[in-house]
């Protein structure tokens, strides 16, 4: 049932009860999914041959609308704090009404695989409304080979029909859009919503619940590999440069999002990436532009000019426009997708306050701190009502896909630092000079320099000095960098307005890890910023 081809209709597509009328579309390659987008309108094609399709109403996730299964087995494990609960009922009747409104459609079905690590991949099969939706997948998740479909068997099941309206009366949802989650039988339900990257990160919000239970660290995270076999990892939130960082022509990639780290080493829990692609030039980020110009890339939300060539400067569909391409299509990408334990960890933040150093060493305890208040900022203009910047905290740098309570995942990383004498820095890719509106963003020739400092092992011997405010090493002199960059403090024009900005920045920190200190030791909340008076 699982090789490429078509099915008769009254197909029965899994073990979930899920069967249509309509013709079942069964591991189509990217020409036949091309047909197929174009055919029924769903997409375009671009001049250079690849497809750019729109997601209308959401551009982005829809966080307030996902919900995950509480039952006997979910409910002492799931931070619920965080995670909306819906009733085993709910669920039940949810899933009833989609087999319901998937009865007479086209589908399209992928069987792919989560996790580069045979010991702890997770096999899911996808099933789509949209012929474009199922080669995004395939472009994101683990493509087995042809002899592995004959044998597949899904341990997880997603079924995405943006045609479907859910009914917050009768299935306990906000709104139209429902991602729901039944963590217990793996099985996850989209509709109402044609963003694309709801399907992938339902994929890691299960990794992520199952895989603590296996002693594996599931992170969100891009991560790369040295010639000398120095794996690292790059912790941050959307916009903060985990994709275009780690994509270094120097460095192999093992992937751009998400990952584990078990017994064996790191692993891609992906097959490719999801790219920011708002203002990308051939320039800045040669590896994932030329992506964009392939055959088999999806675009989404990207506006095409006359003649069908994509415009990335032009943002008026949303500022989170992207492009999904396999891993090989970035030259220096791993065959794997897995590496040894990482020597290195980065944390990255975009702070908009101009208050953070472009780099800083952190100790054990400071990066268990700052790993669990996964901190960055908004800037004037990006949302609504957003008019200065606005400190965003995010725990583990992605908790809306974290169905555990936070400390769970702080103390396994605390673990696995500790085990591999992992080097821990903070990398602030935000603003310099001043705060956004007044400074400038940080160079990312800057930001390579200094990383490349710290992957080599180079940085470890330069002089430190101790932050006032946020008590982590800084370097005072790095080769090819203006020292004076090194020191945000010294970029102010006005040094009383920097100190304001840092004593609000600071009081963020202090009000936002309150929920977290009855959780950690005195060491982790001994890590935490502090007031100092800094001299002129």
Request: net charge negative; hydrophobic share 40%; proline share 6%.
């Amino acid at each position: 049932m699982s090789e490429a081809g078509k099915r008769n209709p009254d197909c029965a597509i899994d073990a979930i009860g899920l069967r249509t009328t309509g013709t079942v579309r069964y591991n189509f390659g990217a020409a036949e999914l091309y047909e197929e987008a174009i055919g029924r309108g769903e997409a375009k094609l671009t001049a250079q041959g690849a497809l750019v399709a729109e997601t209308g109403q959401h551009t982005g996730r829809s966080p307030k609308d996902k919900f995950v299964v509480r039952d006997d087995s979910t409910a002492p494990h799931v931070w619920w704090d965080n995670n909306k609960a819906i009733s085993p009922a709910q669920f039940e009747t949810l899933l009833a009404d989609f087999r319901a409104h998937a009865a007479a459609k086209d589908l399209y079905v992928q069987d792919l695989v989560g996790g580069a690590d045979a010991e702890f991949q997770l096999p899911v099969r996808v099933v789509t409304e949209f012929a474009w939706h199922s080669l995004f997948i395939r472009n994101l998740l683990i493509r087995p080979q042809a002899a592995e479909l004959d044998r597949f068997v899904p341990q997880m099941t997603i079924i995405d029909l943006p045609s479907f309206r859910a009914d917050p009366a009768r299935h306990g949802t906000r709104a139209a859009t429902v991602i729901a989650v039944d963590l217990t039988r793996k099985i996850v339900l989209i509709g109402g919503t044609s963003y694309a990257g709801e399907m992938k990160k339902s994929v890691f919000t299960v990794l992520n619940y199952l895989l603590p239970q296996k002693g594996v660290m599931p992170m969100h995270c891009s991560a790369n590999e040295g010639p000398a076999g120095d794996a690292a990892v790059f912790f941050g939130l959307s916009g903060t440069g985990k994709t275009t960082l780690s994509a270094d022509p120097s460095r192999t990639l093992i992937g751009d999002d998400e990952h584990g780290w078990g017994p064996h080493g790191i692993f891609n829990f992906e097959g490719g990436c999801y790219a920011k692609t708002i203002r990308l030039s051939a320039e800045a980020e040669p590896e994932i532009f030329a992506t964009t110009q392939r055959f088999g890339t999806v675009l989404e939300n990207v506006i095409l000019d006359d003649a069908r060539v994509p415009d990335f400067d032009d943002g008026r569909l949303t500022e989170n426009t992207r492009c999904a391409y396999p891993l090989d299509y970035i030259p220096n990408a791993s065959r794997t997708g897995r590496a040894g334990h990482p020597k290195n960890i980065i944390m990255l933040t975009a702070d908009a306050f101009g208050v953070m150093p472009p780099i800083a060493r952190l100790t054990p305890a400071q990066a268990m701190y700052h790993f669990l208040s996964g901190y960055t900022a908004k800037v004037a203009g990006t949302e609504k009502g957003v008019t200065e910047p606005e400190a965003t905290f995010s725990t583990c740098f992605g908790a809306p896909f974290m169905p555990r309570h936070p400390s769970e995942y702080g103390n396994l990383l605390r673990e696995l630092i500790a085990g591999h004498g992992v080097d821990c820095w903070l990398v602030n890719t935000g603003w310099t000079d001043g705060a956004y509106g007044t400074g400038r963003r940080m160079p990312i020739k800057v930001t390579r320099a200094l990383l490349g400092a710290a992957l080599d092992g180079s940085l470890s011997a330069a002089e430190f000095r101790t932050d006032a405010n946020f008590g982590f090493e800084v370097p005072v002199a790095v080769p090819g960098v203006d020292g004076a960059i090194l020191d945000p403090r010294s970029t102010w024009a006005d040094k009383a307005a920097y100190d304001r900005q840092a004593s609000k920045l600071v009081n963020m920190f202090a009000a936002n890890f309150e929920k977290f200190e009855t959780h950690v030791d005195a060491a982790i909340r001994g890590a935490a910023p502090r007031l100092q008076e800094a001299a002129e």
